[in-house]
């Protein structure tokens, strides 16, 4: 796992005494918010982004906070490039992260209740959760810190005070690392030990399984005309929108657009062996209707399946 470690450690004595509430819950709370969070101009946060479509509309963060300065500036900096969720404590984070399916977490550590090492460990033990990243905020960084992080399965933590720039900086590079995945899922290849060829894709555990497991019964039943999701989701001994969730945030896929893309590759393979025409190679990957299959191989491979065997 890659953690994004901010060297710069701050303490109560970098600050004036107006600027700085010390409290049991959290030694270096920044009362005044600007010297909290240096925001940045707009267009370099626009800019920071630049491999996520629509400067990241389709992507929705949950941000954590217990405190409404905190919690209400990290949106209004945020909901420009990103739908913007968020939770008052860990445990209303918890039940948002289970109904809401965020794209990315953005969690303070020092919360009454929940705080941020458990509500990442419960998010990263639960197989509904554990895809998502977290990365946590923290004002008091003791010597045990990255150990707990650790620990916990945290994906980054940022320092207080920290920059919006680097804070981007920090989501863009996760960001980055998920649309890394659906392009490899796009491609030939499959998953091999929790990461793919040539890519650094570290994956939870329990999704190496999951993701080895679809191929597995895809493989097998993959010429089956009556091969449904729900039998998919049945095999994999899932709930159905559970199912839906996984594949659809790992592959980018829906299970169906996944089972129809994985069909039209193996259509693609049998097709270069020559020893089939168009239509036996439709009714070998579980598709009856020729004309239908024909659209299928173009939507996925821009050409129709006869100038794909003539090519």
Known sequence: MEFSLNSNVYSKEDFVNEQVVVSGD???????????????????????????????????????????????????????????????DGNEGIKRSMEDDPDLIICDVMMPGLNGFELTKKLKDDFATCHIPVVLLTAYVPDELPIEIIEAGADAYISKPFSMKHLMIQINKLIEKRELLHKHYAGNETIEDGKAEDHNLDLPKKDIMFLKEVEIILEQHLTNPEFS???????????RTLFFKKVKYLTGYTPNEFIRMRRMKKAAELLKSYKYNVSEVSYMVGINDPFYFSKCFKAQFGCSPSRYLNS
């Open 26 to 88: 959290d030694k270096n709370r920044v009362y005044n918010i600007s010297e909290f969070i240096q925001p940045v101009e707009s267009r370099i946060l626009l800019d920071l982004v630049p491999n996520v479509p629509l400067a990241g509309k389709n992507y929705k963060i949950l941000v954590i906070d217990d405190n409404d300065d905190i919690r209400d500036f990290l949106k209004n900096q945020l909901k420009p490039y990103f739908e913007v969720i968020t939770a008052p």
């Open 229 to 239: 999701v729900d039998e998919f989701a049945l095999m994999m001994k899932s709930g």
